[in-house]
C-alpha cells in the first residue's frame, strides 16, 4: 500500500515536472514569434488617434505582464492592437473582460464604469478606456 502511493506521488511529481518544461517551451517560441514587436511597435499603432499615451501604456503593462511568458520567464509578452481578446488573449469567460477593464480603470483612477460591450479588440479597449479618461 504504501509503495504503491509513493509510486504516485512519484508519478505526480514527474509530471508536473514536465508539463513546467514544455510550458516554458512553449512561452519561448511564443516570444520568439513576436520578437519584433515591443511597445514602441504598440504604441505607433495609436499614432493616427488621440489617445492619452498613460492608457495606452497601462494597457500595454496590464496585458503584457498578465501572461505565462511573464509568469513562467519574466518577460513581457508582446502585445499588438490587433490582437483579439477572445481568441489571441482568452478573454472568453464571463467577467474576465469586465475585470480586465475595471482593473485598468483603477489603476488609472477613471470613475465609472467602461462597458465591454463592442470590444473585440486590444485597440477596440485602448480606445474605450481613453474616452472615459478623456472625459
Not at 25 to 39: H, I, T, V
Not at 55 to 63: L, N
Amino acid at each position: 500500500m504504501i509503495t504503491e502511493i509513493v509510486i504516485l506521488i512519484t508519478a505526480l511529481i514527474i509530471f508536473l515536472i514536465l508539463y513546467h518544461l514544455n510550458s516554458r517551451k512553449e512561452a519561448k517560441a511564443l516570444l520568439e514569434e513576436r520578437k519584433e514587436y515591443n511597445f514602441e511597435t504598440f504604441i505607433s499603432s495609436f499614432s493616427d488617434d488621440d489617445v492619452n499615451d498613460k492608457v495606452i501604456k497601462a494597457v500595454y503593462r496590464k496585458m503584457a505582464t498578465s501572461t505565462i511568458t511573464y509568469i513562467m520567464l519574466k518577460e513581457e509578452f508582446p502585445v499588438l492592437a490587433t490582437d483579439t481578446l477572445i481568441e489571441d488573449w482568452a478573454y472568453d469567460e464571463e467577467g474576465e473582460l469586465d475585470d480586465l477593464i475595471e482593473e485598468i480603470q483603477s489603476y488609472l483612477g477613471i470613475d465609472g464604469k467602461v462597458s465591454s460591450e463592442g470590444i473585440e479588440t486590444v485597440r477596440d479597449l485602448v480606445l474605450s478606456i481613453n474616452k472615459k479618461y478623456i472625459a
